[in-house]
């Protein structure tokens, strides 16, 4: 891959969470979330969640792997169970922390600062 396809492949991955994040986020009339907890939440969700929900997923699948014999089934349960249950898991911990905990006084507010997924961390 050259430089012009890496760049491009980074703008098609996080351009459209940063265009909706910022979106949602100048909705509201009043009491816009700063910036600083927003971009905490992002760099946590890019990089130290994306390590946890991987140690997560592979200790999972050691057990997943004794006791599923079929291959095609054990792919199917590590695809549509255990890597969206880790990564879902793994994401809202940057809400629990006290930089960001204290920014969220809205059931809203955890959507905007963690790309609109659904648990709420009060």
């Known amino acids: 891959m050259n430089l012009i396809e890496v760049i491009i492949l980074f703008l098609m991955a996080f351009l459209p969470a940063l265009i ?3 979106w949602i986020r100048n909705t509201e009339k009043y009491n816009h979330e700063k910036w600083i907890p927003i971009l905490f939440c992002f760099l946590w ?3 130290i969640a994306i390590l ?3 140690i997560l997923e592979l200790l999972i699948e050691r057990i997943a ?3 599923v014999d079929d291959q095609s ?3 199917l349960i590590t695809i549509s169970v255990i890597a969206p249950f880790a990564e879902e ?5 940057a809400l629990s922390l006290k930089r960001v905990k204290r920014e969220l006084v809205e059931p809203e507010d ?5 790309y609109f997924n659904v648990t709420f961390i009060r």
């Open 73 to 75: 089934i054990y792919l």
């Open 110 to 114: 955890g959507l905007i600062h963690n």
């Open 52 to 54: 946890a929900s991987i």
């Open 20 to 22: 909706y994040t910022v």
């Open 89 to 93: 898991l793994t994401k809202p911990l």
């Open 45 to 47: 969700d890019a990089t």
């Open 65 to 67: 792997i004794f006791t």
